[in-house]
């Protein structure tokens, strides 16, 4: 799915934010590295600093090599805590 057919559904704010988390954690990506980061994050009025990689769940979950060998990201929003 492109940037704008996801318009189409006129996402709000919470909806944005887990599409773009669950975009950069599928692609193993920065956040703002995402296709839809500059235009999600502008419709949003959302910044990097209002996301973190939650880094000790993943090692929790799938150990060390999940980060070092794997790559994998673990985006979240700040807002949710």
């Given at each position: 799915m492109n940037t704008y057919s996801y318009l189409q559904?006129?996402?709000n704010k919470t909806k944005i934010?887990?599409?773009l988390c669950n975009l950069a954690n599928s692609t193993f990506s920065e956040i703002y590295d995402t296709y839809?980061?500059?235009t999600l994050s502008k419709i949003?009025?959302?910044q990097k600093e209002d996301f973190y990689n939650?880094?000790?769940e993943l090692i929790r979950k799938y150990g060390?090599?999940?980060i070092d060998v794997?790559?994998?990201y673990n985006w979240k929003f700040k807002?949710?805590?």
């Open positions: 559904i006129n996402p934010v887990d599409f839809a980061w500059n949003a009025g959302l939650d880094r000790d060390e090599s999940s794997y790559g994998l807002e949710e805590n």
